[in-house]
C-alpha cells in the first residue's frame, strides 16, 4: 500500500519570506505522479503543483516549486515570496497510473504580515 | 462550466437512517471519485470510476455504495449511518488515465451522523 507522510502539522512564515514544506511516500510503484494541493477555509482543493515520476526535472509554478528526490521518495515543496493569501491546509498526494490517488494528512501553513 | 457539484451542502443524519450525496461533472470526465476528509486530515478515497458502468474501491469502501450509470452523475449512497461516517465528503473529477490529471474538486458535503 502507498503512504504519504507530511511530518509537520504546521508551520508559520513571515510575509515575502520562503518556506518548505516535507513530503515523505513509500511506493513499490515505479511509475506515478506526485501533487501538492492547497485548501484555504473555503475547503475548496486547489492544485498547487504536479511531479511525474519519470521526470528528473522539478516542476515550477511561479513562487512555487519542488524538490523531487525519486531515490529517497522525497517531494518537498517551497513556497517563495510567501503571501498571506498562501495561509492554508497543504496536501502532499500521491496517484498511481490508475489515478487512485492518496494524500497525506495535511500542513497547515500561515503566513504573518 | 459548473465543474464538478455536489449536493447537499451539510446534512444531519440519525444513525441508521440512509442517504444519497450527489455529485455531478459536466466537463465529460471519464474519471470520478469520492473522498472523505475528516477533522485535521487528508482526504481518503471512498470508491472511483473510470467510466460509466465501472467502479472500484479505494482505501476505505466499507460503509458506502456508488454507481456510475453516466459520465455525468456518480452518486455515493451510505447505508446505515454510523457516527463513524462522520465527514466531509468531496467529490472530484479528472480526464484521462494516462496523463497526470489534474482533479477538479466539488464544494464538498459536511455530514454529521448522531
Known amino acids: 500500500a502507498q503512504t504519504v507522510t507530511q511530518s509537520q502539522p504546521e508551520m508559520s512564515v513571515q510575509e515575502a519570506e520562503t518556506v518548505t514544506l516535507s513530503c515523505t511516500y513509500d511506493?513499490?510503484?515505479?511509475?506515478?505522479?506526485l501533487f501538492w494541493y492547497k485548501q484555504p477555509p473555503s475547503r475548496q482543493m486547489i492544485l498547487v503543483i504536479r511531479q511525474e515520476a519519470y521526470k528528473q526535472q522539478n516542476a515550477t509554478e511561479n513562487r512555487f516549486s519542488v524538490n523531487f528526490q525519486k531515490a529517497a521518495k522525497s517531494f518537498s515543496l517551497k513556497i517563495s515570496d510567501s503571501q498571506l493569501g498562501d495561509t492554508a491546509m497543504y496536501f502532499c498526494?500521491?496517484?498511481?497510473?490508475?489515478?487512485?490517488?492518496?494524500f497525506g494528512a495535511g500542513t497547515r501553513l500561515t503566513v504573518k504580515p | 462550466n459548473a465543474g464538478v457539484t455536489q449536493t447537499p451542502k451539510f446534512r444531519i443524519l440519525k444513525i441508521g437512517q440512509s442517504m444519497t450525496l450527489q455529485c455531478a461533472q459536466d466537463m465529460n470526465h471519464n474519471y470520478m471519485y469520492w473522498y472523505r476528509q475528516d477533522p485535521g486530515m487528508g482526504l481518503k478515497l471512498i470508491y472511483y470510476s473510470v467510466g460509466a458502468g465501472i467502479t472500484d474501491k479505494g482505501e476505505v469502501p466499507n460503509g458506502y455504495n456508488v454507481s456510475r450509470s453516466t459520465t455525468e452523475d456518480f452518486p455515493l449512497r451510505l447505508e446505515l449511518a454510523a457516527p463513524s461516517q462522520t465527514s466531509v465528503y468531496f467529490c472530484?473529477?479528472?480526464?484521462?488515465?494516462?496523463?497526470?490529471?489534474?482533479?477538479?474538486f466539488g464544494p464538498g458535503t459536511r455530514l454529521t451522523v448522531t
Open positions: 511506493t513499490s510503484e515505479n511509475n506515478y505522479y
Open positions: 472530484a473529477s479528472s480526464y484521462s488515465m494516462t496523463l497526470p490529471s489534474e482533479q477538479y
Open positions: 498526494a500521491f496517484m498511481k497510473p490508475t489515478n487512485d490517488m492518496r
